[in-house]
């Protein structure tokens, strides 16, 4: 590991049950968006890893997605010309982990994306000092390209339980 890279650094999920688990509910939660007049999709990445700002060309930490090239370029034409403003994260705790539901809406279009993502237990001061720094950042990327999608959470509490409810 190059120490700019945390978390898992892109391997397996430290609980491969819970994480079928995460997939299983980001399904529901999709389908709860459908129900509700949106139209959703669902990015579930090949591999997760956690960055911090120095490992991004742009300066930008946070999580890291590789998604299929096919799932990618879907994503990429589901996105294109609309402003993501608002998200919500679900989250639970797993063995060594917390996973996370992450739900990124375009309310003026009424499209949402949603993806699981998870930081271990041994990532999470990294990210925490990333989020301290400036907004944390998700990138979704393409195995084939340079491409990514990118969304911006300006204030990540929602992401830590240990921050709480309304904590900066």
């Not at 995460?22 to 090949?46: F, H, K, M, N, Q």
């Not at 742009?58 to 589901?78: K, V, Y």
Request: proline fraction near 7%; aromatic fraction near 10%.
């Amino acid at each position: 590991m190059d120490g700019n890279t945390t978390g898992d650094g892109g391997a397996s999920p430290p609980d491969p049950e819970r994480w079928a688990q995460v997939t299983t509910e980001l399904e529901g939660i999709a389908e709860a968006y459908r129900s509700s007049g949106w139209d959703a999709v669902t990015a579930v990445p090949e591999s997760v890893a956690t960055r911090r700002p120095e490992a991004d060309p742009e300066g930008r930490g946070g999580f890291d997605l590789l998604l299929r090239d096919d799932a990618f370029e879907s994503l990429a034409e589901f996105v294109a010309g609309r402003s993501f403003d608002a998200y919500e994260v679900f989250r639970g705790d797993g063995e060594g982990a917390t996973y996370l539901v992450v739900a990124v809406e375009a309310d003026e279009s009424a499209r949402a994306v949603l993806y699981p993502a998870y930081f271990t237990d041994e990532s999470v001061v990294d990210l925490h000092e990333t989020a301290d720094a400036g907004p944390l950042y998700t990138h979704l990327r393409s195995p084939e390209s340079d491409e990514r999608v990118t969304f911006t959470h300006e204030a990540p509490a929602p992401f830590f339980p240990e921050w709480g409810e309304g904590a900066e």
